[in-house]
């Protein structure tokens, strides 16, 4: 086998974000952007002969060609053993899974997530380690150092694997496994979740709708759905992956999966719906006209979780990102767990669940996991949901009020303002910086401020640190209003404004979300001047 070198030049953008590196599919198609990017993963790792390494991707456009570029890099790079999923498919999930299960050193997971598909839409690339997680923010550093200082990258000369037939192949010294990308992964939900209840449950006449939003996990939607727990083939919508995922945006929310929400919300609605978004990860639980909110939903799962034999034994403790709401402290606290708080973006829960610190971990961005895999898992969420349904045999809305009514609600609404220009959105931030000192202590109406800073975080394993991760106000009766800029947007800025407000008091929990919210939200453009330095007067996206 021969083996090409060539040269190149670095690009100065390849900074990994929240969660890898992500630009429109014609920035990654630029001679050498991808190559370049893979070669600085590979330098990073150091010496990989031998290894085992995971390849897979959402399916989205350029996928396919990408995935024979990192094999034929692989190959010149000394891997021992690929191992890629059918299709060039594999759910962040699955990645997740498959790299723990095989004893893999690490993956490359090909996806933008919820981020639209096609050749004007995003293409992304994340280096999953060993533990299954996303890289940790010292590797993703190096990664991008190495990127700004590259010459020439190896390249094998061999034709392209067949990526549709199962089976293994050779090229150098490395062994090619195209995978089945679907059935570790329902192996593992399997012996998670009582199955045998849940059948029983959907044979008995539980109505359940899942939406795949024409993006990865159509095919693990129907093995496990339909293949597995016995539900009919139509509990599935959009199942089919599709490389532009059919025009939409497979963002599981409900202003993208709008046609399950209005499914979920007519009177003769099914029981349950869920929805999960490009590469699998996030997931939305809608029940029959009630809308769970992934904060609620997290603490939920983590007030139920013994109904599931998985978790049986009971949990160690949580996680949450900073931004999502203080529904799952009250439960970590009722359930005597300690409750962790991080900065956005998945990799920050990989060392807690490493040290068996907590079980579950959740953001308010409709995701939630555990400690199963090192990433959020959108269908996990889901199966949770139809075991805590099975066991209690309740309706979604009955759990979710009898929630409230225990622990108390935590009103919850996500603002983003998307595609503003990056200068006015940092003018923002910079602004709300230099005023933290003189927030607190100042009253808005009934409000008072008691604390606002900017996020920092200390890993209490590794001790590592991380700063500025968001601008926290905080009132005296628990509320909050938080600003950040997306880390994984490619256009412009997009500055989110989360606020939330807790209410005890049971009479008062049937309010709509946004009118409950609203003194905070008219405090929130006070305090920061959005109309005045984006020039919106209204949010693109309410979630
Ligand atoms: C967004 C979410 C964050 C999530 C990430 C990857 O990141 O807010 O919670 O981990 O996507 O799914 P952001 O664009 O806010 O940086
Ligand atoms: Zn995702």
Request: hydrophobic letters at 40%; glycine letters at 10%.
């Amino acid at each position: 086998m021969h083996v090409k070198t060539i040269t190149t030049t670095p690009f100065s953008d390849q900074k990994p974000g929240t969660s890898g590196l992500r630009k429109a599919v014609s920035v990654f198609q630029q001679a050498h952007y991808l190559e370049n990017f893979v070669l600085a993963v590979f330098d990073t790792l150091g010496n990989v002969s031998g290894k085992t390494l995971v390849i897979g991707g959402d399916g989205r456009y350029y996928n396919r060609e990408a995935i024979q570029i990192i094999i034929k890099m692989a190959v010149a790079a000394g891997f021992g053993r690929l191992l890629v999923g059918k299709g060039g498919l594999l759910s962040t999930p699955a990645v997740s899974c498959v790299i723990r299960k095989h004893r893999a050193f690490g993956g490359l997971v090909l996806s933008a997530s919820h981020n639209p598909g096609g050749p004007d839409g995003d293409f992304g690339i994340k280096y999953n380690i060993q533990n299954g997680g996303p890289a940790p923010e010292k590797v993703t550093e190096a990664i991008f150092q190495r990127s700004k200082a590259l010459a020439k990258y190896r390249i094998a000369e061999t034709p392209d694997v067949d990526l549709d037939r199962l089976g293994k192949s050779e090229a150098g010294s490395t062994a090619i496994e195209i995978i089945d990308p679907v059935a570790d992964y329902a192996d593992l939900m399997e012996s998670l979740f009582d199955f045998a209840a849940i059948r029983k449950h959907i044979a008995a006449g539980f109505r359940v709708k899942f939406d795949a939003m024409h993006a990865i996990t159509g095919p693990y939607a129907r093995e496990i759905l339909v293949n597995r727990l016995s539900a009919p083939q139509d509990c599935l919508l959009n199942a089919t992956p599709l490389p532009d995922f059919g025009g939409g945006h497979p963002d599981p929310n409900l202003v993208h999966a709008k046609e399950l929400v209005d499914m979920m919300f007519r009177a003769d609605g099914p029981d349950f719906g869920a929805a999960s978004d490009g590469d699998g990860d996030r997931n939305m639980i809608v029940g029959k006209q009630m809308f769970v909110t992934p904060s609620d939903s997290l603490a939920m799962i983590a007030a139920n979780s013994t109904c599931a034999p998985g978790y049986s034994k009971g949990i160690r403790g949580i996680a949450r990102s900073m931004p999502t709401s203080q529904a799952a402290d009250v439960v970590a606290k009722k359930l005597g767990v300690p409750c962790f708080e991080t900065p956005t973006g998945w990799k920050f829960f990989g060392n807690l669940m490493d040290a068996d610190k907590v079980t579950l971990c959740g953001e308010e961005s409709f995701g939630t996991g555990s400690d199963h895999v090192r990433e959020k898992d959108g269908l996990w969420a889901v199966l949770f949901w139809l075991n805590i349904l099975a066991v209690r045999r309740q309706s979604v809305a009955d759990i979710v009020r009898g929630h409230w009514r225990e622990y108390g609600r935590h009103y919850y609404t996500r603002h983003d303002y998307e595609e503003v220009e990056a200068e006015k959105a940092t003018a923002l931030i910079n602004q709300l910086r230099s005023s933290l000192a003189s927030l607190t202590g100042r009253r808005y109406g009934r409000f008072r401020i008691v604390l606002s800073d900017d996020f920092s975080y200390k890993d209490s394993v590794d001790g590592s640190e991380s700063h500025q991760q968001g601008i926290r106000v905080i009132f005296e009766d628990s509320s909050r209003i938080v600003y950040r800029l997306s880390g994984t947007g490619t256009k412009g800025a997009t500055l989110r404004v989360y606020l939330e407000r807790f209410e005890a008091d049971n009479s008062r929990h049937d309010q709509p979300t946004q009118a409950a919210l609203k003194e905070l939200i008219d405090i929130a453009d006070d305090i920061a001047g959005i109309r005045r330095h984006t020039g919106r007067d209204q949010p693109d996206v309410i979630t």
